[in-house]
């Protein structure tokens, strides 16, 4: 710790995150939370202040030290790893999100993130210059994408050969991740006969 580094009192640590006892005794218990006079630096704020987002937002203490177990080993030369990381609550996990992509910090399984606005720009365009648009999401989370879009879906067909497309210059172009074609919603038989001479289609039967 340098000679100049400022700290905040325990006083107005609880002040500023507005602790009750009963989150104190959470933070406490997670390690976070010493109150032992020494004080905090800015970024031990910072992590207090995630915890205690996270704790807010349902997350149970013992969520939290298991997501912070993983998140020591992908910072591992990292004094304060909540500081330097977005953590969120998702269902009953709390997941690192990172861009569009959010993944388990213990396993770094990746779970999709649909990025919303981007595909409502993408199908705006589609319509306005009657291009196909292929969704390329970032190479590492290609499976992610496709395993979550393909439990929704109601029909899929693989191409057997690779589907060209144009990109927003007119350049021809091909995702690098092999490629499929999901079909969504109730028109899955027209799906089908459009799309049997192009490969292997078939439908997607979903567990109750």
């Not at 990292?78 to 709390?94: Q, T, W």
């Not at 990025?115 to 992610?144: H, K, Q, S």
Request: hydrophobic share 45%; net charge positive.
């Amino acid at each position: 710790m340098g000679a100049n580094e400022w700290l905040i009192t325990d006083r107005e640590v609880v002040r500023l995150l507005r602790l009750t006892p009963r989150r104190s005794a959470q933070l406490k218990r997670l390690g976070l939370l010493k109150l032992d006079g020494t004080g905090y630096r800015f970024r031990e704020l910072v992590g207090l202040r995630v915890a205690t987002d996270l704790l807010d937002s349902g997350a149970t203490v013992r969520q939290i030290r298991q997501a912070l177990v993983g998140v020591k080993r992908l910072l591992p030369e990292s004094e304060i790893p909540l500081a330097e990381i977005r953590l969120v609550l998702d269902g009953r996990k709390i997941l690192v999100e990172s861009d569009r992509v959010r993944f388990d910090p213990r396993t770094r399984q990746i779970v999709m993130v649909l990025d919303v606005e981007g595909l409502a720009a993408d199908a705006r365009a589609t319509l306005a210059r009657g291009l196909v648009r292929p969704l390329v999401p970032p190479a590492e989370a290609a499976e992610a994408w496709f395993q979550r879009a393909a439990d929704c879906a109601s029909a899929i067909c693989f191409p057997d050969e690779r589907v060209k497309f144009i990109d927003d210059e007119g350049n021809p172009g091909a995702p690098l991740q092999g490629q499929a074609v999901l079909c969504f919603g109730t028109i899955s038989d027209t799906f089908l006969a459009e799309f049997r001479s192009f490969g292997f289609c078939a439908l997607v039967k979903h567990g109750n």
